[in-house]
Nanobody, 123 residues
Framework: QVQLVESGGGLVQTGGSLRLSCVVSGLDASASVRAWFRQAPGKEREFVVIGSLVNSEWTTYADSVKDRFTLSRDNAKNTVYLQMNSLKPEDTAVYYC???????????????WGQGTQVTVSS
């Protein structure tokens, strides 16, 4: 059974930091792409960052989070992390971890999703 379990969301003030975690289990090694997406109320789900477990240099950030968010991997723990610094109110959303085989920013390329974790940034 495939499971993606996110944690680490919460309420933080503008300029604060949070670290999200995503533990993945039950997946074949071919699904070597990990991604974080987010969805704000009334908006479509959007890509935040994608990364390859095979090559850590393969990391792509959305322009809106570049230089503030950092993706890291711990392959031994089957876990990816999203360090979010200098948070802004517009970062408020439910954050979802996803896993797949294709290196893509498109939600439809991912078959495996976590349940989501709420991040709220107060002004």
């Amino acid at each position: 059974q495939v499971q993606l379990v996110e944690s680490g969301g919460g309420l933080v003030q503008t300029g604060g930091s949070l670290r999200l975690s995503c533990v993945v289990s039950g997946l074949d090694a071919s699904a070597s792409v990990r991604a974080w997406f987010r969805q704000a109320p009334g908006k479509e789900r959007e890509f935040v960052v994608i990364g390859s477990l095979v090559n850590s240099e393969w990391t792509t950030y959305a322009d809106s989070v570049k230089d503030r968010f950092t993706l890291s991997r711990d392959n031994a723990k089957n876990t990816v992390y999203l360090q979010m610094n200098s948070l802004k109110p517009e970062d408020t959303a439910v954050y979802y971890c996803a896993a797949g085989e294709k290196y893509s920013i498109l939600t439809r390329q991912y078959n495996h999703w976590g349940q989501g974790t709420q991040v709220t940034v107060s002004s």
